[in-house]
């Protein structure tokens, strides 16, 4: 059995290419209260205030493309259920169409930017309740023992009653807020999910054929990768003009947990190469990991 990843691993940020910088920004900081970080030439970095949470690529004449592997959503995680309250209430506000869904364990809600990236925004409610795979099925089970589907609306009036008249919606997000997981497209689970568990060390939260998903994770977090293949077995990768997803960030806690996964990466005869931020390295989907550690 591998070792498992460092438990303290976290998805750091996500780096998209996209058609306008400039209407992306506006999005990000008006529609998600996102704190502009730095900018420089065609390029910008993005966050709660503190370290990136999403990173900006503009590449006007690249396009986008559908059926492909790549980026089905980033979530962003908001600190409690207030925040995500202020969250939701500000896309309300900018008429910004949304999708506000229970899990039971999470509060969310599921949105696009302007050009067509899925987003997730979201809470942990835990003690609500649990929304996993049990022997290949999602079961969603509320605190008093209650089943679900674990897809229910949103119960949007409650959430916006943790909210007072003095709540400005016009805040930035909460310097706490992250990077909470991302779920991507791939072309087989069970490939994906030996890359991600094998190679890398996340623990697997669970798989499940009917659905055709699997969720990977540090520290028993329910997930921090998602896995599909509801763009159709097979799928093929984007092509190198193709908008979307540039790579996504693992964050390890330290340099010897990161060179243990560099490690295992060799041993099993992955390439990948090393960039100013970390290492780059492709999961048999074409995805690109961008793996780093945090510094002292």
Known sequence: MPKSIHPSTCIGHVHLNVANLDRQLDFYQEGLGFVLHWRKGNQAGMGAGETDLLRLTEEPEFKRYTGTTGLYHFAIL????????RAVARLFSKNVRNSPTDH??????????PEGNGIELYAESPEDGTFQIEEGQFTARRADGSL???REPLDVDALFGLL????????PAAPDTRVGHVHLHVRDVDEAVDFYHDILGFDVMGVSKSFRVAFVSAGGYHHHIGLNTWQGEGASPPPPDALGMKYFNVELPDKTAYDEVLSRIEKAGVQGRELNDGFLVQ???KNDVMLSYKSE
Request: proline share 6%; no cysteine; net charge negative.
């Open 148 to 150: 679900s589907d674990g």
């Open 283 to 285: 999961d048999p989907s």
């Open 164 to 171: 007072n008249a003095n709540d400005r919606l016009d805040l």
């Open 78 to 85: 908001h600190p409690n259920r207030k925040e995500l309250a």
């Open 104 to 113: 039971i364990m999470t509060k969310t809600t599921y949105l696009d930017d």
